[in-house]
């Protein structure tokens, strides 16, 4: 896979097309549509029943960039018809004769931010977006002039809500494709000089011994069969957090003196005793960090779990062929096997030059 920085300038012109693209929209209303739903919610049914509700260009350009409909080019208003070649160039949409139309993505707004990325679904996206990334946006904490580093990038949603509030932010994001989405998006925000990405592998690409004030990862954290699935850039290990372990690795060499980290992980648990207690206790110590554990959603790990359910779909997904019933028993076995009675979705804050760990369980 050809690993490699990517300024954050789209091809010249490119940059000049998405910022007038972005102003039209809003102009036209669609940030005004998007925000008049609950939070940054992404729920594409409660997007057609407003659509329902407009009429002329607003609702064509729901239609295309929140619906995934496609759209004759000549019926767009001239920025967002000009920006159609680059979004074909980025892998954002194709054409088709006179029609243009979204490929998988739809034009998402949260916490300001333009962002082409696939809404949740069940089927593991190119342009990843979920519920996790506006928490762990809403978690992280930001000083302005600080040096933000975002590993595990996607389409660049972490980064650039961080561009914004800093300053400055480098992206590392593994697959080619969700880098150059990232690059598009920060055109989009008017950040690319603010932005720079790597398509690469976690701290890989980065220059040596650059620090960093502020490190956000969201990282994949799905179980996954290692020794079955073909090799994956979604995989994190039989217990979801090999990401999540690198990422801590590394930080010590690249977090600043003060500096903060902010993770996502699904942590198991034994009837609410942490199995990975004791690890991240001592990672705190030996790094020399502070850890605070924030556990959120909860999630059964039986038979008939939605976890159960979605990582059986992640494995069919990529290899296809296993039996549905032996697949079944392989995976509630894999989660059972080390005593789990459960899992949390958690938030883990670091603070470099603290000490201790602390588990927060604030919701009832
Ligand atoms: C859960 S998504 C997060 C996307 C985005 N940061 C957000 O918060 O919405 C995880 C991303 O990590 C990427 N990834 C997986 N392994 C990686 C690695 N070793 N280095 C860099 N990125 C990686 C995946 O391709 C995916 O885009």
């Avoid at 407009?54 to 409909?69: A, C, I, P």
């Avoid at 000089?193 to 994949?220: I, K, S």
């Avoid at 080390?338 to 604030?362: C, H, K, V, W, Y």
């Amino acid at each position: 896979m050809p690993f490699g920085h990517i300024s954050a300038h789209p091809a010249p012109g490119a940059e000049s097309t998405m910022t007038r693209f972005a102003a039209e929209l809003e102009r036209l209303g669609l940030a005004e549509f998007l925000a008049s739903f609950p939070g940054d919610s992404v729920d594409c049914h409660q997007w057609a029943c407003g659509a329902e509700t407009l009429d002329g260009v607003l609702r064509d350009l729901v239609g295309l960039l929140l619906l995934g409909r496609p759209m004759r080019i000549d019926r767009l208003p001239d920025p967002v018809a000009d920006a159609v070649p680059t979004l074909a160039d980025h892998g954002i949409a194709v054409r088709q004769g006179a029609e243009v139309q979204l490929v998988d993505v739809s034009l998402l707004r949260a916490q300001g931010i333009w962002l082409f990325a696939e809404p949740p679904s069940p089927f593991t996206p190119r342009h990843y977006f979920g519920t996790d990334s506006i928490n762990l946006a809403r978690r992280a904490v930001y000083r302005p002039g600080a040096r933000v580093l975002d590993l595990c990038a996607g389409p660049g949603f972490q980064g650039l809500v961080a561009a914004q509030r800093c300053g400055r932010a480098t992206l590392v994001e593994l697959l080619p494709d969700a880098a150059t989405a990232a690059r598009l998006n920060a055109a989009m925000n008017r950040l690319s000089d603010r932005v720079e990405v790597f398509a690469g592998d976690l701290y890989e690409p980065l220059p040596d011994q650059t620090t960093y004030d502020h490190v956000v990862a969201n990282v994949p954290f799905l179980p996954t069969f290692s020794t079955r699935e073909p090799a994956d850039v979604r995989a994190s290990g039989a217990d979801g957090f090999d990401i999540g372990r690198r990422v801590l690795a590394g930080l010590p060499g690249r977090l600043a003196p003060g500096g903060t980290a902010h993770l996502t992980a699904l942590l198991f648990h034994s009837d609410g005793k942490l199995l990975m207690e004791e690890e991240l206790r001592d990672w705190a110590c030996t790094a020399e960090c502070g850890l605070t554990v924030t556990l959120t959603d909860r999630m059964p790990v039986d038979a008939d779990s939605a976890l159960v359910q979605t990582t059986m779909s992640h494995f069919q997904e990529s290899a296809g062929h296993a039996d549905p019933d032996t697949l079944h028993a392989e995976v509630t076995e894999m989660y059972a096997r080390d005593g789990a009675t459960g899992a949390r979705l958690a938030f883990l804050r670091i603070d470099q030059g603290a000490s201790g760990i602390r588990i927060l369980d604030p919701a009832p």
